[in-house]
């Protein structure tokens, strides 16, 4: 989140004189340009370097189509993406050795730029929509399941109007606060695709570990070759704690490991600290107290005495975290609005800011869009989006929410988008989440005093939502890559008008994946433990909130008790909405990203005589396999699921898919799964570490 600056700006401009330059960047790449200075990139003016090429579009259609399914899967499985340019820039340059001629340097920022659309455009996605599918599984909230075309509609529109945003303010962002911003993403992007032959010899460990990450969740998953949830009944710790009512799982996923190793072991201890609270702490107390009221307590549905700790969990203890996630949200905004006001009126002040030389005289590194095309395409949008909303809804009588709806739409993302990009800029980091939070409670009060109620007033609420959510998330993606290309010397206007289509492949990929994750079995679907889908959970309860008519006062007492627990814990210094997630998430989930986490400190421990450099290579080489485990082994969730939704489709059940299975349903959940699920998750370990620590730098 954006911390307020202050009268820090002055010290914050003199620390970026300070900052060292990558190697292959111009001296005055990430500094205040002197008066009269010019900055001139990598790559200069009219070189003739090759930039968008068929290579370079169907290379970056490609990435974007895969990391924006095994993204969806990993944000919904996890509630963590994939930050997808880095991998993208990696695989780019790896995979120009096999061309007659290596790809350019712009054309790599094509490709990574194209690819990058992925993250945004999941994020916007499914951090609001599964809220729908969760709700349309009651038939009681009058909510309808949404549709394929709906989905990517919502993500498409959002997607444009986010780049459509940030085209006026491209000027004021790249040149006229040359050197003012750290921007840390496109930082690291930038020093992968200049690093060039180095980093094409990543590419191999990459594509190696993206191949183990596959094949290894492919065993545990499709062909069930040993457990999928290990609970250490061979050790007997399972039955220990089953006495005490408490439960220790670990999920036997490649990909989730990755994410853990990826996000340290500081971060993702504080994940598991809040599963552990909720399972051996919460769980066990509600149970002690519970067992003696004979009533059912809503939202449970038996007695709390004839509860396991799982149903304890998903009834009682789990609403907490998901309040949790919601107060965070909100503490987010709060503690951002000075920075938020302080970015708004900069922003506005940057639209005007505009490159005044005539056509003629913009050298090709500064040709950009123009503001016209930027005011053109807003009113196309808002066209548009009303025919969506009015007709595309399947809501009678729809034009005056429409109406309604378009008006919030642009004006929330007018105001918060750039702001999303400034936030890119300092921190690397985009508070969607909590601007989208407020974004339905704007929105949802609008509709009531419009007097759209129940689970039409939900549904318009969340698709206004979700177009907010994915607009704030493109603008500070496009924000990233554009300061990529203004470093290395691509043409701006190229890489805007190729976003738009990147966003269309990414709406439709992630749309259809949704789709296919949503047709699992309803034990299965989205918001239960096998695909939590936690920031879409707090959204729909945000919207019951809002529009139900159900009587819950302890699952709103519960609701609070999470989003105070999230204030003491801001007071704390504690990372709340990690914590939150950890209480949401089910304990087998968060497992394995501490093992990841604790891995990665096994990897960077120094040892007497170690030099910079090598821990650095071991580093990097560690951050490249859980990478590669990451990708892989969520494309290969995502290819089972297509993989059930067919055989669930043509055949009515999953009988079929037993052929293909190694152990039979009883060795797969018992003892002689879990043994050898020990076994293949000891070794996934040892060759992460054992291959890391290995590296030699350069």
């Known amino acids: 989140m954006l911390e307020s600056q202050n009268h820090e700006d002055r010290r914050e401009e003199l620390e970026q ?28 003016d009219e070189t003739g370097v090759p930039e968008v090429t068929p290579r370079s579009v169907i290379l970056g259609l490609v990435f974007c ?136 010899n990543q590419a191999k460990v990459l594509a190696g570990a993206a191949g183990l990450g596959a094949l290894y969740d492919g065993v ?51 994940i598991c600290a809040g599963s552990f609270l909720s399972m051996f702490v919460l769980v066990p107390m509600v149970h002690a107290i519970g067992e003696h009221v004979p009533l059912v307590l809503a939202p449970g549905t038996v007695p709390i005495a004839d509860m396991g700790p799982d149903q304890v969990f998903k009834h009682y203890v789990r609403i907490i975290g998901v309040g949790g996630i919601a107060g965070a949200g909100v503490l987010g905004i709060i503690s ?28 090709r590194v500064d040709r950009s869009l123009s503001g016209k095309v930027s005011a053109v395409g807003v009113v196309i949008f808002m066209l548009c989006a009303f025919l969506f909303f009015t007709f595309g809804l399947s809501i009678e009588h729809a034009a005056l929410y429409a109406a309604a709806g378009t008006v919030l739409v642009t004006v929330i993302a007018f105001l918060f988008a750039p702001v999303a990009a400034r936030a890119i800029a300092i921190v690397g980091t985009n508070p969607v989440s909590g601007m989208t939070m407020l974004t339905l409670i704007i929105t949802g009060l609008v509709m009531l005093k419009l007097g759209v109620t129940g689970g039409a007033g939900m549904f318009v609420t969340m698709m206004v939502g979700g177009v907010v959510c994915t607009a704030l998330a493109a603008s500070g993606a496009l924000a990233s890559d554009l300061k990529v290309g203004h470093w290395i010397g691509a043409t701006p206007s190229r890489q805007l008008a190729l976003k738009f289509l990147g966003t269309l492949v990414a709406a439709v990929f992630c749309g259809l994946a949704m789709w296919v994750m949503s047709q699992a079995d309803p034990a299965q679907g989205f918001g239960t433990s096998a695909m939590p889908a ?9 919207l019951l909130g809002i529009f139900g008519t159900a009587e819950a006062p302890l699952q709103w007492y519960l609701f609070a008790l999470g989003v105070v627990l999230a204030v003491i814990l801001r007071m704390a210094g504690v990372a709340a909405l990690a914590f939150a997630l950890g209480m949401y998430l089910p304990m087998e989930l968060n497992t394995p ?56 489709g043509v055949t009515g059940d999953m009988e079929a898919k037993s052929v293909v299975h190694v152990l039979s349903d009883a060795a797969f959940e018992g003892l002689p799964g879990e043994i050898l699920g020990l076994a293949g998750l000891v070794a996934l370990c040892a060759f992460i570490v054992l291959y890391s620590r290995r590296a030699q730098p350069d």
């Not at 330059?21 to 900055?39: D, Q």
């Not at 993406?81 to 990696?90: H, L, S, T, V």
């Not at 609005?337 to 050298?363: C, E, F, H, T, Y």
């Open 17 to 44: 004189r300070q900052k060292p330059t990558m190697a292959g960047l111009p001296e005055n790449a990430r500094r205040p340009l002197e008066p009269g200075e010019r900055y001139e990139p990598v790559v200069h």
């Open 534 to 542: 936690p920031q879409a959970s707090a959204m729909k309860e945000i």
């Open 593 to 648: 990203v501490l093992l990841g986490g604790f891995l990665s400190y096994l990897v960077a421990r120094r040892r007497e005589g170690d030099s910079d450099a090598s821990v650095k290579a071991r580093k990097d080489r560690g951050v490249l396999i859980a990478s590669g485990l990451v990708a892989g082994g969520a494309i290969m969730g995502v290819m089972d699921a297509i993989t059930n939704a067919i055989i669930k």
């Open 220 to 270: 545990v998953t499709s062909l069930h070759g040993m457990a999928e949830t290990v609970s250490f009944q061979a050790i007997y710790l399972k039955q220990l704690l089953d006495r005490h009512f408490m439960t220790l799982r670990i999920l036997n996923n490649a990909a989730i490991v990755g994410i853990g190793y990826i996000v340290g072991l500081r971060y993702a201890a504080i």
């Open 65 to 200: 189509a895969v990391f924006s399914m095994a993204a969806a899967y990993l944000a919904l499985k996890v509630g963590q993406g994939i930050e997808a340019a880095i991998p993208i820039a990696i695989l780019a340059i790896g995979l120009s050795r096999f061309f007659s001629r290596r790809s350019s340097l712009l054309e790599n920022v094509i490709i990574q730029s194209i690819g990058a659309n992925s993250s945004h455009v999941v994020s916007g996605a499914v951090f609001t929509i599964p809220a729908l599918y969760m709700l349309a599984a009651d038939p009681l909230s009058g909510v309808t399941q949404p549709t394929v075309f709906q989905v990517i509609a919502v993500s498409f529109l959002g997607g444009c109007l986010g780049i459509l945003f940030l085209i006026p303010l491209r000027y004021h962002f790249m040149v006229e606060m040359h050197g003012k911003f750290p921007w840390p993403e496109a930082t690291a992007t930038t020093e992968i695709i200049l690093s060039g032959e180095r980093v094409g």
């Open 336 to 363: 951002s609005l000075p920075s938020m006001m302080k970015s708004i009126g900069a922003n506005v002040v940057g639209m005007r800011s505009q490159d005044r030389r005539s056509r003629a005289q913009i050298p």
